[in-house]
């Protein structure tokens, strides 16, 4: 299912009433049809590269991989949701929100809006907090970015290879040493979460405790396979009986 959504007024600020729009339209047609709910995509050309890290921000746990292509957060500026009581904006925080999510990022070398250095500039915070971020820069390209994008052979299957059950590591790190600690995680805000860990190949597998107050990390002490699966419910934004994910995919230390 692909769906092509389209505004005469913009995505990329804040209030966006037209994401609250998307989000419904998109729980809707995953209660009518046999959607994987932990296999939905987002993805934004321009303008729309900018509300689709908006509408990740607010609803993290809805995406399973995004592909922005000549847009970034606000282009060069950081996504804000409101203002305090003091005036000063309210940013979104990676480590709370989109940390988890994988991005295909597409910038063109010669675009001036946004232009590379305001781009990195975006992507610099969820980088800080161990996000997951492919960054491709394409030289001699302006704004369209799209026209090159489409064409990279794994495109599509860069996308079906992400799942909301596919575990992250902070930073990329995929191996430990004796005696460290490695994080690892998957999306927070659903209604739980179990962790197993096998040091034996995926013979067998043993309950491994989360981290206290954030059941969608763990603290991997040592090198084996780890795997988590989730239990979804209504208070996540859906209208689903509470139920159990498959275990995901083993992640590798």
Not at 49 to 60: D, I
């Amino acid at each position: 299912f692909v769906l092509f959504p389209q505004s005469s007024i913009g995505w990329g600020y804040y209030p966006n009433t037209n994401n609250e729009k998307i989000e419904r339209f998109v729980e809707a047609v995953m209660e009518k049809y046999p959607i994987d709910p932990y296999r939905i995509y987002i993805h934004g050309l321009s303008n729309g590269g900018q509300g689709s890290y908006l509408f990740a921000y607010e609803r993290p746990d809805l995406i399973a991989a995004m592909a922005p292509m000549s847009g970034s957060e606000g282009f060069g500026y950081r996504v804000t949701y409101g203002y305090d009581g003091n005036g000063l904006p309210n940013y979104y925080p990676p480590e709370e929100t989109i940390v988890h999510v994988p991005i295909w990022q597409f910038q063109g070398a010669n675009d001036g809006k946004p232009t590379p250095a305001s781009t990195q500039f975006s992507l610099q915070p969820i980088l800080d907090a161990g996000g997951n971020i492919r960054y491709h820069e394409y030289p001699n390209t302006g704004h369209n970015t799209w026209t090159k994008a489409y064409r990279e052979p794994d495109f599509f299957s860069w996308f079906l290879s992400k799942s909301k059950l596919t575990i992250h590591s902070f930073y990329g790190i995929s191996e430990i040493c004796e005696g460290s600690t490695q994080k690892l995680g998957v999306t927070g805000g659903f209604m739980d979460y179990e962790w197993e860990i096998s040091t034996n190949g995926g013979a067998d597998y043993d309950p491994f405790a989360a981290i206290p107050g954030r059941p969608h990390e763990i603290l991997a002490d040592g090198a084996g396979l780890y795997r988590v699966r989730i239990q979804r419910d209504a208070g996540n934004g859906q209208t689903i009986e509470p139920e159990w994910s498959d275990w995901s995919e083993p992640f590798e230390l």
